[in-house]
């Protein structure tokens, strides 16, 4: 989502020139944000003369905030996951769109809030949940096996040692604040104080991403987006970590007829439906300039591609296995 500043500046969009130059909105033209966040992509579009931005967003925190930080005409937002953004389109009667922006994951607004409990950079209750609904992050913990604990910090927090970690997480239940978490997952691992990274990062993120289903999501807002866009219409997507632009990266591949050729080892599937993207660019990271004003935004990069006029394809095609 939008938003992920350092704590100083915690609503700076990440590489929002770069992202709007994807976009490249003309002045009238009907563009989404799927991930509004503190509204700061929304603000930009409108700024340089978007006619009408529809911004998505699953928290109802950052819809509430958005009423007030951005009173604008030409904004309708949505209390929705993005992945829906084509049904609520043709629900309000608004048609195929010009562009799309989605900034995957957890916004600062999230992360600097301490009773969020999606940071352990301040304690807080392990809740984690972006839609304020459904099951927390202590329910899981307390809840899960060892092997379903381990299996999840392996798959999203790419984990090397995640069965240690799942079972220190098992022997020192009930746990129900990001602090007590987060010392598990130390002690687990002997974290010494000083080293270059927390390993309580990768086993937060993994939680996170299970708790909201967040690939799952990102999987259903491309589809979406593609159902959306008409032809000649940008996509621009900024994601946070391998995960999530491994999906991207695929998706763009996928639909714009880029999968590698065939061999007498493999030879080349039967020909799929027509390619939905095209100018397909290079994935954009930040210039040090900008980690430097912003360091969350380190890790980002931009990919974005052109819709071309060929048929969506259906829900089910390039799903993640």
Known sequence: ???????QAPHVPV????????????????????????GGYTRALLRVGAGRVIAFDRDPD???AGRSLVPDTNL??????????????????????DAITLDIGVSSMQLDRADRGFSFSADGPLDMRMERSGPTAADFVNEADEAEIARILREYGEEPRARSIARAIVA?????????????????????QGQKSDPATRTFQAIRIHLNAELDELEGGLAAAERSLKPGGRLAVVTFHSLEDRIVKRFFRERSGATPAGSRHRPVVVQGPAP???KVAKPVSPSEAEIVRNPRSRSARLRSAIRTGAPAWQKNAGERK
């Open 76 to 97: 309708t937002l949505v209390e929705e996951r993005f992945s829906q953004m084509d049904r609520v389109l043709g629900e309000r009667s608004i048609g195929l769109v």
């Open 172 to 192: 020192n239940r009930p746990i129900e604040r990001t602090g007590e978490l987060a010392a598990i997952v130390r002690r687990a691992v002997g974290y010494r």
């Open 1 to 7: 989502m939008t938003g992920r500043g350092a704590a």
């Open 276 to 278: 939905t993207f095209e």
């Open 15 to 38: 590489l929002l020139d770069e992202v709007l130059t994807a976009m490249a909105i003309q002045p009238g033209e009907t563009a989404v944000d799927g991930t509004f966040g503190a």
């Open 62 to 64: 950052a819809i509430a």
